[in-house]
C-alpha cells in the first residue's frame, strides 16, 4: 500500500490533529509523568511505524526508545515553543541521514 502524493494547498494547509499540535514545552511537562507521557509516546510509534511502513526501511534501527527520548527531549529543550511533530520529524530526518550514510558504507 503506497500514499498518493498530494500537492500542497496554501489555500487551505492541513490541521494538525492530536497530540502532534502540543508544543516542544508540553512534551517537557510531561515527559516524566507516566500517565501523560503515553500520549506522546503513541503518537511517535505511529507516527515511526507509518514513516516505515512508506519507506519501506526502518530508519531508527540502531538505536531504542531511551535514546529517541532523549534525543526528542534535547531538541525540545532547544525549541520549547515549536510542534511536538516538528520534534519527530527532525528526529527522523537526522536518522534517516544516518541509515542513508550506513547503507553507503
Known amino acids: 500500500m503506497t500514499a498518493?502524493?498530494?500537492a500542497f494547498d496554501k489555500d487551505n494547509?492541513?490541521?494538525?490533529y492530536g497530540i502532534g499540535s502540543k508544543s516542544c514545552g508540553a512534551y517537557l511537562d510531561a515527559a516524566d509523568d507516566p500517565v501523560?507521557?503515553?500520549a506522546y509516546t503513541?503518537?511517535?510509534s505511529g507516527y515511526a511505524?507509518?514513516?516505515?511502513a512508506m519507506v519501506g526501511a526502518n530508519v531508527l534501527k540502531g538505536t531504542d526508545f531511551a535514546g529517541i527520548?532523549?534525543?526528542l527531549k534535547n531538541y525540545c529543550?532547544?525549541?520549547p515553543t515549536s510542534h511536538y511533530l516538528s520534534a519527530i520529524v527532525a528526529l527522523i530526518?537526522?536518522?534517516?541521514?544516518k541509515y542513508n550514510g550506513s547503507k553507503r558504507k
Not at 511505524?49 to 516505515?52: D, I, M
Not at 530526518?93 to 541521514?97: A, I, L, R, S
Open 36 to 38: 501523560e507521557s503515553l
Open 4 to 6: 498518493e502524493p498530494v
Open 77 to 79: 529543550t532547544a525549541n
Open 42 to 44: 503513541g503518537f511517535f
Open 13 to 16: 494547509p492541513p490541521i494538525m
Open 49 to 52: 511505524t507509518y514513516h516505515g
Open 93 to 97: 530526518g537526522d536518522m534517516t541521514n
Open 69 to 71: 527520548s532523549h534525543w
